[in-house]
């Protein structure tokens, strides 16, 4: 096995942590996005509110996949960790996530926590995709 590890510039460098935004495995053509939030490289939340953060950890994750020469329409599976209960979010998260996902229809799994990376962090959003 292969692996390719992608570290967009424009995003943190994950590197201190021992972490890559996104690893693919170049003989099964996936590629694993890490958890994207919030934050530049400054490794602070930008946005104080869910519906931003949402917005910025979905461009973030659109930039992870271009770097990793993949798209939001070769998503086969997301992950969206909620800080609380996923079922009081959904209102202002789907509209995001669906409107940054197009007519992609990937699995898709809420989850639910009670801490995310830091306090001010409300979202975190992982994927699985197949590389073009």
């Known amino acids: 096995m292969t692996i390719k590890r992608i570290n967009p510039l424009s ?3 994950g590197a201190p942590s021992g ?3 996104a690893t693919i495995d170049t ?3 996936l590629v694993f996005i890490s958890g994207q ?7 602070t939340v930008n946005k104080g509110n869910l519906a931003g953060q949402t ?3 979905a461009l973030h994750l ?3 996949l271009k770097e990793a020469g993949s798209s939001v329409s070769n998503i086969l599976q ?3 960790y909620v800080r609380g209960e996923v079922e009081e979010q959904l209102e202002t998260i789907i509209p995001i996530i669906s ?3 197009g007519g992609a229809r990937p699995a898709l799994t809420g989850i639910g926590v009670a801490s995310l990376v830091s306090p001010d962090t409300l979202i975190e959003i992982e994927a699985v995709a197949k590389v073009k």
């Open 11 to 13: 995003i943190y460098d």
């Open 19 to 21: 972490m890559s935004q």
């Open 27 to 29: 003989d099964l053509g």
């Open 37 to 43: 939030v919030d934050w530049e490289n400054s490794l």
């Open 55 to 57: 917005r910025m950890s």
């Open 62 to 64: 659109i930039t992870v």
């Open 78 to 80: 997301l992950r969206v």
């Open 99 to 101: 409107g940054t996902l």
